[in-house]
T-cell receptor, first 117, second 112 residues
Framework: AQKITQTQPGMFVQEKEAVTLDCTYD???????LFWYKQPSSGEMIFLIY??????QNATEGRYSLNFQKARKSANLVISASQLGDSAMYFC??????????????FGGGTRLMVKP | EPEVTQTPSHQVTQMGQEVILRCVPI?????FYWYRQILGQKVEFLVS????????KSEIFDDQFSVERPDGSNFTLKIRSTKLEDSAMYFC??????????FGQGTRLTVV
């Protein structure tokens, strides 16, 4: 079974509007962390935001926020006020057993976001 | 802001040759990783490294691959006898605590 599922292979959003990128996960470990990365066309992986399974509040970082719904096992990324530079591939990832920092990240298949002027 | 640095950014090699991909992790980080991304596909874990030894590896990381930390700063991935299917973007990542893994800009390996 897939541990991380991103059901939207591609999305369009109008500049200055908000967009939500979906991510669902599957784990039986009570301790896990969820991550979002941005991969522009240049190829690098840019860390955006992190949510721990025990965190009481949804994570926010500037225009990025994470809509964490633990019971539904979803961790959707919300980008507010989209900019042209937000056009990129976005990956959701999970680390299980988050107290052990050495555990690997498992990635979803990604969502390609295209921002229209 | 400290960052993970990878060299080269792009390497073209002939099938059967050996390549070494280099990474300089963030200096106070303790765990190091190699991931690979075949064009258009998801990012796949290869290996994690802690305290100068491999802590975890995937089934992709077979005898063709090896990792080393030859000195206090560099972290290398060696691929012996490269195959066409080794063509991919290879990412190095490092982490200190439990939050976030910081990735380098990647090395695009093309095997011809």
């Amino acid at each position: 079974a897939q541990k991380i599922t991103q059901t939207q292979p591609g999305m369009f959003v109008q500049e200055k509007e908000a967009v939500t990128l979906d991510c669902t996960y599957d784990t039986s470990d009570p301790s896990y962390g969820l991550f979002w990365y941005k991969q522009p066309s240049s190829g690098e992986m840019i860390f955006l935001i992190y949510q721990g399974s025990y965190d009481q509040q949804n994570a926010t970082e500037g225009r990025y926020s994470l809509n964490f719904q633990k019971a539904r096992k979803s961790a959707n990324l919300v980008i507010s006020a989209s900019q042209l530079g937000d056009s990129a591939m976005y990956f959701c990832a999970m680390r299980e057993g988050v107290r052990y920092a050495g555990n690997m990240l498992t990635f979803g298949g990604g969502t390609r976001l295209m921002v229209k002027p | 802001e400290p960052e993970v640095t990878q060299t080269p950014s792009h390497q073209v090699t002939q099938m059967g040759q050996e390549v070494i991909l280099r990474c300089v992790p963030i200096s106070n980080h303790l765990y190091f990783y190699w991931y690979r991304q075949i064009l258009g596909q998801k990012v796949e874990f290869l290996v994690s490294f802690y305290n100068n030894e491999i802590s975890e590896k995937s089934e992709i990381f077979d005898d063709q691959f090896s990792v080393e930390r030859p000195d206090g700063s560099n972290f290398t991935l060696k691929i012996r006898s490269t195959k066409l299917e080794d063509s991919a973007m290879y990412f190095c990542a490092s982490i200190r605590g439990t939050v976030g893994a910081f990735f380098g800009q990647g090395t695009r390996l093309t095997v011809v």
